[in-house]
């Protein structure tokens, strides 16, 4: 039977102050609670505190996993560089994959990410469809190069995460492994006490063309998303089609209005008394092909660099020089009269509008009652705009909230992406080689953590839950040298481990101000205060950390009581 621990003995140095580089309360709780430590920028030692928190994460991962039978396994963090570059993504993957080369000059890669090693590993070992699906998996460090680490253990440049490949012989198949893991997901989430949403979401650098991110709600998220409370719909703003709340024109003839040094939307909606919904923005740029294009969208929402490279390719937007080489207006491009030889498109959201508000490809001059169809046409319907709240939910038509979110979590389809170019092919039923059909998904192990905090913490400190807490109970002990106090602290202590509650006693000589004040900034869930005055009446008082609530336990009682408690508050 394990012990318990004593805080004299606990290596977990803690912080009065706010550390000066920590940004978000999760950085600055995990850092003054003794919990992690910043070795360089964007590394951290966990202490063993976190790395406590850390193995539960890893254990409820992992019974989820064995739920749905994926295997678990380990591959080297050094990656072959000659298998990213089969992959094509030596190149794209771009500055952050961490890069050397060994002694016989030899590419490698520390991995951000193992999609080229595990379909290296199966393509020489799953030969017949009757060996599939497989789905296997790693919990371990992984490293990316950010160019800036930033917000502690959100955005690191090594980092522990849970990555799986599943390999399939049909896309139903395919399916089937990609929605086990995305309730695995939402299970792993509900565990760990996550308030977190499955939104539709870019596959970036993975690649792939089905991917559902799980947000963990927070203020200091990064992720920009909309939600829809009807229909449950969600998606990130770079993934969201937008349904924009676009605002109409005035009905009439083409009229040329004369809009001196209105060369912004905000100008023209102010001069002309509108709101900015009812003007179109024109963004001019360079499409991945070398051709001059504009695009109009609503006036008051921003393109999306995600999508238009989606819908353009590599593209810029236009220098002074190259709007003049093309003969257009800056501030007043409108789509009546383009020069010829400019791609006209227009988003999506766009295409119900009959009547525009735009510039008049001349300097000062705008156009009202612009009609499509009449004045102008559209040569191409893109889906290029950031999704806000207050759009229109395009599955139910509900007007979207907004939130930040932490993503945590994602799971990709990708398809035939990596086997294809790494030739990992199978016999199908008719004896033919095709390609495996994979899925991707990873889970933040150690950004989990932080966000746990993000979500679970007041002014005090950290809130655990108790499925991720690093001690379940505290018994601060206010006098170790009291003949009464301390006997009583032990044998509660012995009594809760024997049924089985994870304990640490606080046995150092402070004053209680000091360990009640370490034992909230810490933030295990239940709190045992061993006191003389106490003691005289046979009670000891339980704090609950997470509402604060107080209240006075017969020493009798206080074993029975608090484990069942524990019990109860276990996922």
């Known amino acids: 039977m394990r012990g318990y621990m004593r805080m004299s003995r606990l290596y977990a140095p803690t912080l009065k102050e706010d550390p000066a580089e920590a940004e978000l309360a999760s950085h600055r709780l995990l850092l003054r609670a003794g919990m ?104 371990q460090d992984k490293f990316r190069d950010e160019l800036r680490p930033r917000f ?20 139903e198949s395919l399916q089937e492994c990609y929605e086990q893991e995305k309730a695995a997901y939402a299970k792993i989430c509900e565990r760990c006490c996550l308030r977190a949403l499955p939104v539709a979401a870019d596959s970036g650098q993975i690649g792939g063309d089905s991917s559902i991110e799980f947000m963990a709600l927070a203020d200091a998220g990064e992720a920009e998303l909309v939600y829809c409370e009807a229909c449950g719909f969600a998606a990130d703003t770079e993934a969201a089609t937008a349904v924009a709340a676009v605002g109409e024109g005035t009905v009439g003839e083409l009229e040329k209005i004369h809009t001196p040094g209105a060369g912004s939307i905000a100008d023209v909606a102010a001069l002309l008394h509108v709101s900015k919904s009812a003007t179109r923005k024109a963004l001019a740029l360079i499409d991945g092909g070398g051709r001059p294009t504009v695009c109009f969208v609503p006036g008051d929402h921003e393109m999306n660099d995600v999508k238009a490279h989606h819908a353009f390719g590599d593209y810029h937007l236009m220098s002074d020089e190259e709007l003049a080489s093309c003969s257009l207006v800056k501030g007043f491009i409108g789509p009546v009269g383009l020069p010829q030889g400019v791609r006209v498109c227009a988003d999506a959201s766009l295409r119900s509008s009959e009547w525009w508000l735009v510039g008049a490809n001349e300097v000062d001059y705008h156009f009202l009652h612009a009609r499509a169809g009449r004045d102008f046409s559209i040569g191409e319907w893109v889906d290029v705009i950031t999704a806000k709240a207050k759009d229109r939910c395009p599955s139910c038509g509900a007007v979207l909230a907004g939130a930040r979110g932490i993503e945590v979590s994602q799971v990709f389809q ?74 009583v602290a032990q044998d509660i202590a012995e009594g809760l481990v024997r049924a089985g509650v994870e304990v640490v006693v606080d046995d150092r000589t402070e004053r209680p101000g000091v360990k009640f004040n370490d034992a909230d900034l810490m933030g295990f869930p239940y709190q045992i205060v061993c006191g003389a005055r106490g003691l005289k009446k046979g009670v000891v008082e339980l704090k609950h950390r997470a509402g604060g609530e107080r209240q006075e336990l017969p020493v009798g009682e206080a074993v029975e009581r608090v484990a069942q408690l524990v019990a109860a508050g276990r996922k």
């Open 36 to 139: 992690i430590r910043r070795e360089a920028s964007g590394l951290y030692s966990y202490l063993p505190l976190a790395w406590r928190s850390i193995r539960k994460i890893e254990d409820i991962i992992r019974d989820e996993m064995e739920a749905i039978g994926a295997q678990e396994m380990e591959v080297p963090i050094l990656t072959d560089g000659e298998l990213w570059q089969q992959s094509g993504r030596w190149d794209d993957y771009g500055p952050e994959l961490m890069r050397l080369t060994d002694r016989h000059d030899r590419s490698f890669a520390l991995g951000p990410t193992h999609e080229e090693t595990f379909t290296d590993l199966v393509r020489g070992e799953l030969k017949s469809y009757r060996q599939l699906p497989v789905t296997l998996y790693q919990i």
């Open 152 to 171: 502690g253990l959100m955005r690191g440049r090594e980092f522990i995460m849970k990555d799986a490949y599943s390999f399939s012989a049909t896309q």
């Open 414 to 487: 990708l398809g035939t992406k990596y086997s294809k170019s790494l030739g990992a092919t199978f016999t199908d039923e008719s004896g033919h080689e095709r390609p495996f059909l994979m899925g991707c998904y990873g889970i933040g192990v150690s950004r989990t953590l932080a966000a746990i905090v993000e979500q679970h913490h007041d002014e005090h400190g950290i809130i655990w839950p108790v499925s991720v807490t690093p001690f379940e109970v505290e018994i601060i002990a206010l006098d170790v040298d009291d003949e009464l106090v301390w006997p």
